[in-house]
């Protein structure tokens, strides 16, 4: 279930407040930039890359990718050797292609074998264009990490790989529900709606009112930082709706038996969560919310990662283990994992934020286990209560309206259930 360069970010994604650290490296390359008036290729962008063998561009740029896909500096690794991914991935591989674009190109070929990948000259061009439309401004990088993945054979082993599927059209629909522009393939999704910067859509079967609440859901999540919401809808986040048993009814997820949802990450198609699980009047459910869960990781993963957010990175995993291992952090609960893992603590590390954070936006004691209400987070977990308000909003809001009606105290509501 659990996934910019500075100067570029600003240029990319107007009014947005950067909060990584501007790296010296990255500062160099993008100096060295051509200033023509002509942006188009790369070749403009970077004269002073070199023609070097196919087989050795890449080999290179393979295992410069490998290397930000193993960098643990951010990880937590468990005892038994389990781990908890973690860290701006999507800004480490945005260094490597500016790098590889900015320093040298392939001698020009048809087809190249390299590993198991089988690599054709459009392909190349396909990424290597991505990567300097990025950098010129008229593409995101997103596209290029997208493109990389298609062109090396790399991370791109599953239905939901973004290559695999056009991507919707943002379009402004305030709070009103419309036919949904689907493309070729996703004609499973006839209903949409945007909020907050991301795209919502769901087939005949997701009733309106979970359209509604997970765009209420969005905004109000998004409303601390609206910067947020350019960076969502620039990398074109999307959730997709369930109101089926698990998320294979999905067209994108045919293999996926996953009954919630997960998050998406900077290469992946969309972010999926179970509508039956949503809490609306005349629909109430007291447990996990799987829009805002996943919205939490799916923030970690395009918005922190891209604006490689090292004061995050930094931070959650020790505020973690420390909850976790003082026993303020309920580790009761039983995930939906792949065949042969066994839950163990990098699990509960892994889903510490995005649980903790779900209970903080709720603020309904009872809903959670623990960390189920803003005032308990504060006074029992103040380092996570910082780094949560740093990002997410302080001002009040009602979660499932009216359900407060229903509630005994301690914890306990009489209401009927669904």
């Known amino acids: 279930m659990i996934r910019l360069i500075y100067l570029l970010i600003c240029t990319l994604i107007v009014s947005v407040t950067c909060l990584g650290d501007l790296d010296k490296e990255t500062t160099q390359l993008t100096s060295n930039i051509s200033t023509t008036s002509d942006t188009s290729t790369c070749r403009n962008l970077f004269p002073e890359a070199k023609e070097i063998p196919a087989r050795e561009y890449f080999l290179n740029l393979k295992n410069a990718s490998r290397e930000v896909s193993e960098n643990p500096i951010y990880w937590y690794i468990s005892p038994n050797g389990s781990v908890a991914r973690n860290g701006p991935e999507a800004y480490w591989y945005w260094k490597v292609f500016l790098k590889d674009a900015s320093t040298s190109y392939p001698k020009k070929f048809q087809t190249i074998q390299i590993d198991d990948s089988r690599i054709q000259w459009s392909d190349y061009q396909e990424y290597s264009q991505a990567v300097c439309d990025a950098v010129s401004g008229s593409g995101t990088r997103r596209q290029a990490q997208i493109l990389h993945g298609k062109l090396l054979n790399f991370k791109n082993d599953w239905s939901g790989h973004a290559s695999k599927w056009e991507s919707f059209p943002y379009i402004e629909t305030g709070a009103s529900i419309i036919e949904a522009p689907s493309p070729l393939g996703l004609e499973h999704y006839t209903k949409y709606i945007t909020g907050g910067g991301v795209i919502i859509v769901g087939g005949k079967e997701v009733l309106d009112e979970a359209f509604l609440a997970a765009r209420e859901y969005v905004i109000y999540m998004t409303s601390a930082k609206p910067e947020f919401r350019n960076i969502l809808m620039a990398n074109e986040v999307r959730i997709s709706l369930f109101g089926a048993d698990n998320a294979s009814i999905l067209p994108e997820y045919k293999d996926e038996s996953e009954p919630g949802g997960f998050a998406m990450g900077m290469t992946d198609v969309s972010m999926t969560a179970n509508a039956n699980w949503l809490c609306w009047p005349d629909?109430?459910?007291?447990?996990?919310?799987?829009?805002?869960?996943?919205?939490?990781?799916?923030?970690?993963?395009?918005?922190?990662?891209?604006?490689?957010?090292?004061?995050?990175?930094?931070?959650?995993?020790?505020?973690?283990?420390?909850?976790?291992?003082?026993?303020?952090?309920?580790?009761?609960?039983?995930?939906?994992?792949?065949?042969?893992?066994?839950?163990?603590?990098?699990?509960?590390?892994?889903?510490?934020?995005?649980?903790?954070?779900?209970?903080?936006?709720?603020?309904?004691?009872?809903?959670?286990?623990?960390?189920?209400?803003?005032?308990?987070?504060?006074?029992?977990?103040?380092?996570?209560?910082?780094?949560?308000?740093?990002?997410?909003?302080?001002?009040?809001?009602?979660?499932?309206?009216?359900?407060?009606?229903?509630?005994?105290?301690?914890?306990?509501?009489?209401?009927?259930?669904?």
């Open 283 to 418: 629909h109430w459910d007291t447990g996990g919310n799987p829009v805002i869960h996943e919205m939490v990781h799916t923030i970690n993963h395009i918005v922190f990662e891209e604006l490689n957010e090292t004061y995050f990175y930094e931070r959650i995993y020790n505020i973690a283990i420390n909850s976790i291992k003082n026993g303020t952090f309920v580790t009761s609960f039983t995930q939906n994992l792949s065949e042969g893992q066994e839950q163990d603590i990098s699990h509960f590390v892994g889903e510490f934020w995005a649980m903790t954070v779900e209970g903080y936006i709720m603020d309904k004691p009872g809903f959670k286990d623990s960390h189920d209400t803003r005032k308990w987070i504060a006074e029992n977990d103040p380092d996570l209560f910082e780094l949560i308000t740093k990002y997410f909003p302080t001002e009040p809001w009602e979660y499932c309206k009216g359900v407060d009606a229903f509630y005994l105290g301690d914890g306990k509501y009489d209401i009927p259930r669904n």
